[in-house]
């Protein structure tokens, strides 16, 4: 099969939004009430921590990505940095995180749908057939729109993300007029304080409202000026969402009726949070408005997913973890369209009704599972500063040293804070698909010599593993009633910070002599291989 390359089509104006589009979706209208419940009226606090640190691990990559700009970035570094079993991990990670967001944000759309129209649900609440088969629906069409060109996706994604920057600046405006600054003394969450900000980080889904900073990434190559754009586009995302979600945070928090609040914070239970909050307020007029963005926002974010996982299993397949079909471009259209195919059959499957006790705990793992793949960030951009000091930079990062150890600090806490329930099940998922490894490694004598020798590489990471599932039973984020808790909050935390330094050397320390960066790569271009050479340089 003739091998094609991407279309560089992507301006900055679209890279950014398509990292607005992934983190303004379905979250800002369920996520302002559960990080209220857990951390009161300081809730606006942990926004700014996730925002944060998202911006810490999201500089590392912009040096990276702006070097060396590939589809799929975030599965390629790790590889070219460490070899085979980092690359295969946090490949693995990145497939189970990314392929079940496009199934879930499809079932958020058809759960909102439902109250337009009948017979999505049956009568006791289940997803009906027909539920089902509008949920296959939905995610045909986004494969569709992938499907066509990257020129096609890139503009519906605009279009859609502007719309849906419309009805979060509306609901802000609309709830400051309805402000009671009293309510931030209001005391009853659970379980409050700064141990209920740092849960609400991970259990609230702040972090992961987040996490779509990566599309700047991932679409790397299909950016029209990759080592300007992408660094930029990273910045200019974290803090438009960032700044949304602090002031619908905060507004939320004014704009509970103050007799609502009689029974602490932990009493506010809205179905629908901002809607019922309007309704309650006597605007649902309002409220008709915020549902029908219930339908369009978790669409958007859809969309993006089913085309970022496709990139991301590209990656893996170029790789050589998987098979080579995935990694082919077609020539005519410059996308990944195998990959396409396998994406939207793994989303289908998220959707599909599975009913076995450990569902939700594996969604609520594989998503988490995004941070895990964000973590290895850190450390390869500072191998890499060690191993290749000789790479064209466009876009450098000051202060490396304290940065980078600093951002793979935060990502280690979000991990952990995530608590024993989840990360057990996220963990044992990653170190039990060694099995398929050693499957697709076990090639011929040349491959298994290397294996021997890349496992050196990858130790760290697998110890570094283990020390989190550990700390995840003796901590106070266990999240059980089978474990008493050990080391109690905040000293489990400084535990798990100190523990992350350790980790952080140790796995720069152990990466490749010779980084292993395949130049015959889909994001080359005579346009690229000039500006590559001229070694301009860009500032954020």
Known sequence: MEQGKFRRKLSLLDLTLLGVGSMVGSGWLFASQAAVKMAGGIAWIPWLFGALAVMLIGLVYGEMAAAIPRAGGFVRYPDYTHGSLVGYLIGFASMMAYSSVAGVESEAVRSYASSYIPGLDTADGNVSIWGNLFQIALLVLFFLINYWSVQVFGKINTIVTILKFVVPLLTIIILLFNFHPSNFTVTGASPGGIHGAMQGLTAGGLVFAFLGFRQAVDFGAEARNPQRDIPRAIVFAVLLSAAIYVLLQIVFIGAVPHSMLSGGW???????????????????????????????????????????????????????????????????????????????????VWTLPFRFSMWSGLVNAVTSATVMTYMIGPVGVAALRRTAPDLVRPYKLKGLGVIAPAAFICATWIIYWAGWQTDSLLIGFTLASLILYFAFMDRDSETRNRMRTEWKSGIWLIVYYLFVGVMSILGSFTNTKVYSIVIPNPWDTIVVGLGAIVFYYWGVASALRVPRIVEEDEAESEEESRYVASGDSVNV
């Open 266 to 348: 932990n009493a506010i239970s809205f179905k629908s949070p901002f809607a019922n909050l309007m309704e309650t307020l006597g605007l649902g007029w309002f409220a008709v408005i915020i549902f029908a963005d219930a339908i369009l926002s978790p669409s958007g974010t859809g969309n993006i997913y089913l085309a970022g996982t496709a990139r991301t299993l590209f990656a893996w397949a170029r790789n050589g973890y998987f098979y080579s079909v995935i990694g082919k471009i077609d020539v005519r259209t410059g996308l990944p369209r195998g990959a396409l195919w396998l994406t939207l059959l793994l989303s289908i």
